[in-house]
């Protein structure tokens, strides 16, 4: 059995920016269950660092000590505090906050890759809708010929073998729409996830056009890396707060110390008095420091090794986006005021074709005409994400 390709209109509309489009992602955003965890976990991380990073809790002692027969009784009680070298815990506090200002850049970049997870998918809907509404068009097409040829055959004027000819080609088209009607349906499903389980069918009620989508000049895109890719930034605050924690560690090798107060009383005299201890320090810190040094040279070379990577997925993605482009130009120029389909209903209506030869040239220029609209969504997707830098708010 011949199989049909999904027939794609080839007259498409011009591809125009939908004014609300970024304002159907920030609604998606706003209700996205990943990103508000992610937030809390990285509200969790800080708060765990902070609390290391207080005195330790105050150590409080009481004593009753008693005698046989006349010795009498004795009673002991104090609060000690212990802490460390001063300096570690201005060193711990700025490896805190440049942690913090890190894990904003990553929040930052869950973000940017969650509004383009809700875009590319705002896309594949886009595509299926432009799908679904050709091959209805199709169809109508179908209902149309077949209800004609149905007359004719009722009138001894036409082949009833024609009649089935199209009857069959509809209800490949028919199976054809179930099969994007189920695609939908998971689009929807998909949707409906990222957006906390709420249910999006007013969005996509509003999702008809792609929006509008440019190739920037190397140079701007080389900008934005430098500027605006939160991962790297992510990366370099990392290190920084990496090199504090480094100085905290070598800190404490510098002995620690504890300040006590106690209070005593023995045979009916009352002593109070103060207390001041050192604690020496160990060489166990030692290879704590040289394991935060290697962790701190690690850090460096991912630095660099992200750099490298955007740089060149961004080349590639923008090389990509302009082939894309080209081919698509390439058909939209040759198709967009093609009116094949009406001539070859003229010419079956004349009866200069038949119904084979129209079946057969239809299928020929709707697979191009799908060969034009799938190079329209491919070049929205490869630019999509070329353009993700875009998408920060």
């Keep these: 059995m011949r199989k049909y390709i999904i027939p794609i209109l080839f007259c498409l509309t011009e591809i125009s920016f939908a004014s609300s489009f970024d304002a159907l992602v920030d609604s998606v955003i706003d209700n996205n269950p990943s990103l508000k965890s992610s937030d809390l976990q990285m509200k969790s991380e800080i708060y765990d660092a902070k609390s290391e990073n207080m005195l330790s809790a105050p150590e409080a002692e009481f004593e009753y000590l008693w005698g046989r027969h006349d010795a009498g009784y004795k009673l002991n009680a104090g609060i000690t505090q212990e802490f460390d070298w001063p300096g570690i815990y201005s060193a711990r506090n700025k490896a805190i906050k440049t942690k913090s200002r890190a894990l904003q850049y990553l929040r930052a970049s869950n973000e940017m890759e969650k509004r383009l997870e809700i875009k590319l998918l705002y896309i594949d809907i886009i595509h299926n809708k432009k799908n ?32 089935n000819k199209l009857k069959i080609e509809n209800i490949r088209l028919k199976n054809s729409m179930t099969t994007l009607d189920s695609e939908a349906q998971v689009l929807r499903s998909s949707l409906d996830k990222l957006n906390g389980g709420k249910p999006c069918q007013n969005i996509i009620d509003l999702l008809n056009e792609y929006p509008d989508e440019i190739i920037l000049p190397v140079e701007e895109y080389d900008r934005l890396l430098a500027d605006a890719d939160p991962m790297a930034k992510y990366s370099e605050s990392l290190t920084e707060s990496q090199r504090y924690s480094i100085k905290a ?19 009916g005299e009352v002593f109070n008095g103060l207390s001041v201890g050192i604690k020496l320090p160990s060489f166990s810190s030692r290879n704590k420091i040289k394991a935060a040094e290697a962790v701190s040279e690690s850090l460096l070379y991912e630095q660099d090794m992200i750099k490298v990577e955007k740089r060149a997925e961004m080349i590639a993605n923008r090389n990509n986006s302009v082939e894309l482009l080209k081919k698509y130009s390439e058909y939209k120029s040759v198709m967009k005021n093609d009116d094949s389909i009406s001539q070859l209903q003229k010419s079956l209506d004349a009866g200069e074709i038949s119904i084979i030869d129209y079946l057969a040239e239809m299928d020929f220029f709707m697979v191009a005409a799908q060969e034009m609209l799938q190079l329209e969504y491919d070049y929205m997707i490869a630019v999509t994400n070329l353009n993700k830098y875009k998408l920060l708010r």
């Design 132 to 163: 679904k509404a050709i091959l209805q068009e199709r169809m109508d097409i179908m209902d149309q010929l077949i209800e004609k040829y149905a007359r004719g055959v009722a009138l001894g004027q036409l082949s009833r073998i024609d009649l």
């Design 249 to 267: 560690e070598k800190m404490t090798r510098m002995p620690g110390f504890s300040l006590g107060y106690h209070h005593s009383v023995e045979g």
